[in-house]
Each structure stands twice: as structure tokens, then as C-alpha cells.
């Protein structure tokens, strides 16, 4: 037993653990800054829609799946150049957040979309048939009806976004997918790939939980 | 109050959901509109508040062409035309009282007055206690009451109902048509009503009109078509519904008429005073004796024999109607 853990230096994994949490946490902000908005744009134009708008839908629906189809090892690299342009370094917390944002924005926008397309449609038509404004629709009756599925939405999300910057720290992200990969799998460090995974998956583990919870409040009846 | 003229609803993709459909519906008046599941009712009610636009025709709502209002206007009108659905369309995340105060605040209505306009129209419909719960846990007929308080919020002057009763068993139908006849009776809304159901159209409709794939077939009082239907659409729809009676009586020796009565005749021993007065004899071949909204009313088969059949026709014609 005596070898185990002895090429731990538990400074670096807290230091990991934090960057880790600073990239969740501002990517996952982020994503939901731009993704809901992308969400709803994506249900308003779709076929029967207030915004009914073919073109547009369809365009919308392009640059979506066109993010979603590159994989995020890919994203990661060929954003460099804007990530440099956007935040001043393509390293750090502060490089990794416009990548994982922009990976995770269409994820979570589709996510959206499917939650507003579960909102029952007659109570749709009740509150336009109220003289409601889209905006009351969308604020007022929309996003309160479907906000269980997109606390859903966003705890799958953010899950996501934890392997994702997992693999951020393979261009110099930091974070505890780094360590697990320098130490852990290039120095052959078990100990150290144990214990990042296990912190990850305890972050996983909370997330879900907290997210399950909130579902449940929001479940009315 | 409504007035359709020549409306033609052509889908994208090419269905002809309604052709050339002309209408009248009068103020105060319960209006139903009748057909098959598919024959165009929902898209002719929802023309009425702007849900759907004609592809030709004109739909007028108090002098106002539905179809060629702006955002705003559209949204002021449909503040006064209020609007239930078979499936209720409550918003499952607010409370009883929410969604029956969501209608005024949609039209800026302050919390204060809101919270008092809400008590008032959940008392209206039998549902003061219920104010706090969410739809989840009402009934079905609980729900559609939560649905005509929302309806009735910014006070309109005419109720579109879609359907409103058919997800409901027989007697919370009863109940839910009961509430709208009142609300006909006491607040002078004008109800335009549409239902596959015939029994709903008997109990709380002045006129109905019949819509058979996208065509008006028929029009008129609800006595007049359901007693004496003319197209033969009209007769098939009610015959499904075992209001009619088409047997063919031919097999019969005599005489055979159909004699339409209604309110007092009923009590009166009719067809007994016309025997003994014309010698005539009665065979009952079919009939019902029945309600339609508010009064009572008898369709009798009869088969005549005997004495003198055109006296007693003759006869019969002074208590109601006949016909052949
Ligand atoms: N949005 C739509 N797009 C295409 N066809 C439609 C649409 N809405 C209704 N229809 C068609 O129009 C016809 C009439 O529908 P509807 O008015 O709902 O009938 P009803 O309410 O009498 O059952 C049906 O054939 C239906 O398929
Ligand atoms: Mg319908």
C-alpha cells in the first residue's frame, strides 16, 4: 500500500479541480445565454409556428447541426484563432470557455427546442386565443411549461460539458482532464488517473442529483 | 355579430378544408355548427378569432374583416371573443387562480384588480375553493370550468367552443352545457358552438348549421333541422346518431305521416280525440318524444287506417305538423 498515492500532489489536483469548475461553470452559463435563445428561435420558425419560417428554420437548423456534426477535438483546434481573437489566449479557463460554449450551445439549443415542442399544443392556441403577444407567449406561458425540460436540458448539458473540458485540457486547458491525461495515462501514474476520474464522476454524480431535484420541484400535480 | 361570406380555406399542400362557406350568427344567439370528425369545424371556428386566415372570403366579427386586421387589432378582438377547447389548454405550471388571471395579465390588467376579477369568475364557475390547486389535480369537467372562467376573463361578448364537452363523460357534458347556457342567459354572450355530439346541440343550441366537407349543407333552427332535415347528409349524421327515423315503412297497409308536435301538445291526449273524431286508426310506427334546449317536442311515425284518413290528417295538422 505504500506506493499508492505517493505521486499525488493534492495542491495540483485542487488547483485541477477548481479550473475544472471554473470551466463548467462559465461554459455552462454561457451555453445558456446563447443556446436558449437559439432554442426558441429554432421552435418559433418551425412549421405552424408563430414564426413559422422556412428559410429561416432551415438555416438556423444548418449552422446547428453543422456545430454538432464536427467532433469537439476538432472544434477545439480550429477555434484557436477566434478563441485568441475573443479572449486574448487559446490556454487556460479563459481559452477553453469559447470552444466548449460554442460545442455546447447547439447541443442544448436542440435540447430546448425539443422541450417547447412538448408544451401541449392547445395551450399554445388558449394563449394566443387570449390575445397574448409572442412575447407573453414565449415568456409568460412557453418557458414556465416547459422549464422542467430544460432543467432536464441543461443538467444533460452540463454533463456533457464535463467530458468536454476533459478533453479541453489536451490543448492546455488544465483542469482535472489534463491531469488525468498527462500524469495519469502519459506517466502511467494509476493513482492520479483514479482519483481525477473518481472527483469527475463525483461532479457528475452532483450535477445529476441537483438537477433531478430541481425537475422534481418544478413538476407540478 | 359574425358574419361569413364565401369563406374558402385551401390548405399548403392542397386540402380544401372549407368551401365557400356563408354564415350568419346573431347576437345573444347559441350557434353550433355540426359534422363529421374531419368535415372543417375547427378551422370554421378558428377563422372566428384570427387562429386561422381564409385563402378567400370575408369573416366580419362585429363589422370587422377577421382577416384583415393588424397584430394589435387582432389581439383586441380576441380579447372579446374568449375561446374553449375539447382539451382545455390550462397551463399546467400555474395554479387554478393563475391561469384564470393569465388573460388579464396579458392585457396589463394590475395585480389587485386581478386578484378580485379572478374570485368573481371562479364563483361564476362553481369553483371558489379551487383556486389554489393546479390543474394536475382537477377533474375533467373541473378543468373545462377553470377553461370558460379563463374565457370569460376580459369580459367578452362572444364564446367560441371547440369541441368543449367531448373529452367529458355524459353527465359532466350535461353540467359543463348547463354552465353555458346560463352564461347565454345571464351575460348575453353570443356562443358559437361546435360538437360531433347531436346531444349537445339539442340541449343548448338555437341554431345549427352542418358542415360536410367544407360545404355548408344545411342551416336553420335546431327544431326545423333536426325534425325536418332536408339534405340528406344532415339525415345520414342523425340517423347515426339515432335521432332520425329512416325504416322504411312500405310494408304497412295504410297511410303513413310523420306528425311533429311541441311544449303543451304533449300533455294532450291528441291522438285518442282524433280517433273518436274521424273514426281513423292509429298505428305508432316509430317515434321519440323529447327536448330541445328548453321546450318539449314529439316525432311520431304514424300508420292510418280505417275512417276517414284525411279528416284525421286534417286533424292532426291542427296540433302539430305533418308530413309524409
Ligand atoms: N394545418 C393544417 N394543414 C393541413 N390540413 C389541415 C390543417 N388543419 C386541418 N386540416 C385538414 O382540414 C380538414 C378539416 O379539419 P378540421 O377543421 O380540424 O375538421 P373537424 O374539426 O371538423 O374535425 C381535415 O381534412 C384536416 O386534415
Ligand atoms: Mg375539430
Redesign the interface.
Known amino acids: 500500500m505504500s506506493g499508492w498515492f505517493a505521486d499525488i500532489v493534492w495542491a495540483d489536483i485542487a488547483q485541477a479541480c477548481l479550473d475544472t469548475l471554473a470551466m463548467l461553470g462559465g461554459s455552462l452559463v454561457l451555453t445558456i445565454l446563447f443556446g436558449l435563445p437559439l432554442g426558441i428561435a429554432l421552435f418559433l420558425t418551425s412549421p405552424g409556428q408563430v414564426w413559422a419560417n422556412r428559410l429561416g428554420n432551415g438555416a438556423l437548423a444548418l449552422a446547428v447541426n453543422l456545430l454538432r456534426s464536427v467532433p469537439f477535438i476538432i472544434l477545439l483546434i480550429v477555434m484557436i484563432p477566434a478563441t485568441v481573437l475573443l479572449v486574448g489566449t487559446s490556454l487556460g479557463v479563459a481559452g477553453a470557455i469559447p470552444p466548449l460554449v460554442v460545442g455546447a450551445a447547439p447541443f442544448f439549443a436542440r435540447l430546448v427546442e425539443t422541450a417547447l415542442r412538448g408544451v401541449?399544443r392547445?395551450?399554445?392556441?388558449?394563449?394566443?386565443?387570449?390575445?397574448?403577444?409572442t412575447r407573453?407567449l414565449v415568456w409568460?406561458?412557453l418557458l414556465?411549461?416547459a422549464?422542467p425540460g430544460i432543467v432536464a436540458a441543461a443538467t444533460v448539458t452540463a454533463v456533457a460539458l464535463v467530458s468536454f473540458t476533459a478533453m479541453a485540457g489536451v490543448v492546455g486547458a488544465g483542469g482535472l482532464g489534463d491531469l488525468a491525461i498527462r500524469f495519469g495515462y502519459q506517466r502511467f501514474q494509476t493513482d492520479v488517473m483514479v482519483v481525477t476520474v473518481a472527483l469527475l464522476l463525483l461532479l457528475v454524480q452532483g450535477i445529476q442529483m441537483l438537477g433531478d431535484r430541481l425537475v422534481r420541484r418544478?413538476v407540478?400535480? | 355579430m359574425i358574419r361569413l361570406d364565401g369563406v374558402t380555406k385551401r390548405f399548403a399542400g392542397g386540402a380544401v378544408a372549407l368551401d365557400d362557406v356563408a354564415l350568419d350568427v346573431a347576437r345573444g344567439e347559441v350557434f353550433g355548427i355540426i359534422g363529421r370528425s374531419g368535415a372543417g369545424k375547427s378551422t370554421l371556428i378558428r377563422m372566428l378569432n384570427g387562429l386561422e386566415r381564409p385563402s378567400a372570403g370575408q369573416v366580419l366579427v362585429d363589422g370587422a374583416d377577421v382577416a384583415t386586421l393588424d397584430d394589435a387589432a387582432l389581439r383586441t378582438l380576441r380579447r372579446r371573443v374568449g375561446m374553449i377547447f375539447q382539451q382545455f389548454g390550462l397551463l399546467g405550471s400555474r395554479t387554478v387562480a393563475d391561469n384564470v388571471a393569465f388573460p388579464l395579465k396579458v392585457a396589463g390588467m394590475g395585480a389587485g384588480d386581478r386578484a378580485a376579477r379572478v374570485a368573481e369568475l371562479l364563483a361564476r364557475v362553481g369553483l371558489s375553493d379551487h383556486g389554489a390547486k393546479y390543474p394536475a389535480q382537477l377533474s375533467g369537467g373541473q378543468k373545462q370550468r377553470v377553461g370558460i372562467a379563463r374565457a370569460l376573463a376580459t369580459g367578452p361578448d362572444i364564446l367560441l367552443c371547440d369541441e368543449a364537452t367531448s373529452a367529458l363523460d355524459p353527465e359532466t357534458t350535461r353540467d359543463v352545457l348547463a354552465l353555458i347556457a346560463d352564461l347565454n342567459r345571464d351575460l348575453g354572450l353570443t356562443i358559437v358552438l361546435i360538437t360531433h355530439e347531436m346531444d349537445v346541440v339539442r340541449q343548448v343550441c338555437d341554431r345549427v348549421a352542418v358542415l360536410h366537407a367544407g360545404r355548408v349543407v344545411e342551416q336553420g333552427a335546431v327544431a326545423d333541422i333536426f325534425l325536418d332535415p332536408q339534405a340528406a347528409e344532415t339525415r345520414a349524421l342523425l340517423a347515426e346518431a339515432g335521432e332520425q327515423v329512416t325504416a322504411d315503412f312500405a310494408e304497412f297497409a295504410g297511410r303513413v305521416v310523420r306528425w311533429t308536435c311541441h311544449g303543451d301538445t304533449i300533455g294532450q291526449p291528441v291522438l285518442t280525440m282524433v280517433a273518436r273524431e274521424t273514426g281513423a286508426d292509429f298505428a305508432i310506427l316509430d317515434g321519440r318524444i323529447g327536448r330541445l334546449r328548453d321546450e318539449r317536442y314529439g316525432q311520431l311515425t304514424l300508420g292510418l287506417s280505417g275512417g276517414d284518413t284525411d279528416a284525421a290528417i286534417a286533424a292532426l295538422g291542427r296540433y302539430g305538423r305533418v308530413s309524409a
Open positions: 401541449d392547445n395551450t399554445v392556441e388558449a394563449v394566443q386565443a387570449m390575445g397574448a403577444t407573453d409568460r406561458a414556465p411549461e422549464m418544478l407540478r400535480g
